[in-house]
């Protein structure tokens, strides 16, 4: 059994930065692809980066593009969601997600754990 637990979410203005981040248990983590998704109340969770199990290949949706970067640290267990230039049509519940693949992907019905989500609120 794998757990996701992230932090570091919250309110912040346009512009502004926060870093994200998701504590994994378990002894998967170094074979796993992981990935961050995002989701609005009334709307379907939505794909914002990936990387797979070695953090050499990465992936993200078109508008966090030059924004966002997602990274790994193996010693830790954990992963990132560096977010920079915050706009409010970032404001979500962000998800951390894990899967048994070594590849990255974007649909939410690749990842086998997910963690509670963060709340992140970016006001104008």
């Known amino acids: 059994q794998v757990q996701l637990v992230e932090s570091g979410g919250g309110l912040v203005q346009a512009g502004d930065s926060l870093r994200l981040s998701c504590a994994t248990s378990g002894r998967t983590f170094s074979s796993s692809a992981m990935g961050w998704f995002h989701q609005v109340p009334g709307k379907e969770r939505q794909f914002v980066a990936s990387i797979n199990w070695s953090g050499g290949v990465t992936y993200y949706t078109d508008s966090v593009k030059g924004r966002f970067t997602i990274s790994r640290d193996g010693a830790k267990n954990t992963v990132y969601l560096q977010m920079n230039s915050l706009k409010p049509e970032d404001t979500a519940v962000y998800y951390c997600?894990?899967?048994?693949?070594?590849?990255?992907?974007?649909?939410?019905?690749?990842?086998?754990?997910w963690g509670q989500g963060t709340q992140v609120t970016v006001s104008s």
């Open positions: 997600a894990a899967r048994h693949q070594l590849g990255i992907a974007s649909n939410s019905y690749e990842y086998d754990y």
